[in-house]
């Protein structure tokens, strides 16, 4: 106990030395974006903090299921919002193979599911309760659904199995994919003017959230295995009857081959954890104050530095 505090300066020095030495390539860090503001916006926030360290950054556009395929194969060096219900099993799956690891959660609880705006459960006092919601399936209802209610789903490449879940739940609903994620907040926008009823996919952390009281639908629990078991959940000849993860993680992931191209870059990766706050925040930047996501993301580091120095400047 004593001697571990009196290690010879000459070795600390050493050690000290050594970890300043090991320098990152100067090849590109490839950060990959997808189609959420907070994504975007947190993916140039990784991105500068890396620039300020000296590194060279490059950002591609890409599908957010199949970016788990391009991690493990080091096309793309890591991805920064692994949500827990839309990506969930893509990242599982690609573990499973080798190339790519866990580097780490962010301080966040996530949830990704359906949602209405406050006004909607004047109309359908039963809100929450998914069965309340089935029973009120006509104040949905639209010229392109019919008789059904109508469920603006997100865009097709988040794979969240709304169809699946309506046939299993044997709900009175047609799910309609969203083109963009503007699409989902449009929608709400011009609901509110006649407080029409409507749900659709959201997910928290999110800007909607200062913008719009409101509240998730409840669906039967997730339990593991309800989106693979059909024995698992209240329909036992079906999977996908269930809601997503209620308390959901929020990942960052890496290319095992980032520790030795670029060590530095890896160590303040593992030290990046952002809180919900936070990220509501960065999605707010661009979908209120409309900056483009490069500026606000400087602005969030201009306002955050007491966040994210430390990680660049502690040390070990
Ligand atoms: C993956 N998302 C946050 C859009 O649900």
Do not use: A, Q, S, W
């Given at each position: 106990m004593p001697n571990k505090a009196i290690l010879p300066a000459a070795a600390l020095a050493l050690a000290s030395m050594s970890a300043a030495h090991a320098a990152d390539s100067s090849d590109p860090i490839i950060i990959p974006t997808h189609n959420w503001s907070s994504q975007i916006v947190m993916s140039h926030v990784v991105g500068q903090i890396f620039e300020s360290m000296g590194n060279s950054v490059e950002y591609v556009s890409t599908d957010s299921q199949a970016v788990y395929e391009s991690v493990r194969l080091g096309?793309?060096?890591?991805?920064?919002e692994v949500w827990e219900g839309a990506f969930g099993p893509a990242f599982e799956a690609a573990l499973e193979k080798g190339g790519l690891h866990d580097a780490g959660d962010h301080n966040a609880v996530t949830r990704e599911d359906w949602w209405y705006p406050a006004w909607t459960k004047d109309a359908c006092p039963g809100l929450p309760d998914w069965q309340a919601l089935n029973d009120c399936a006509e104040l949905f209802a639209t010229p392109e659904t019919g008789d059904k209610g109508r469920f603006l789903g997100g865009p097709v490449d988040w794979l969240k199995h709304d169809q699946e879940r309506v046939e299993a739940l044997g709900m009175d609903f047609v799910v309609v994919n969203a083109g963009s994620a503007s699409a989902l907040w449009a929608e709400v926008a011009a609901a509110e003017r006649d407080k029409r009823p409507v749900v659709i996919f959201n997910w928290t952390p999110n800007f909607v959230e200062a913008l719009y009281p409101g509240e998730f639908v409840e669906f039967p629990e997730y339990v593991e295995g309800c989106k693979d078991d059909p024995s698992v959940g209240p329909n036992p000849n079906a999977t996908y009857d269930c809601g997503n993860p209620a308390n959901g993680y929020l990942k960052k992931a890496a290319w095992d081959g980032m520790p030795d191209k670029w060590p530095n870059a890896y160590a303040v990766l593992q030290k990046i954890s952002f809180t919900n706050p936070q990220i509501a925040e960065m999605a707010k930047l661009v979908d209120i104050d409309e900056f483009e996501p490069e500026d606000a993301a400087a602005e969030w580091l201009e306002q955050n530095e007491d966040v994210w120095k430390p990680w660049v400047e502690g040390g070990a």
């Open positions: 096309d793309v060096t890591l991805e920064l």
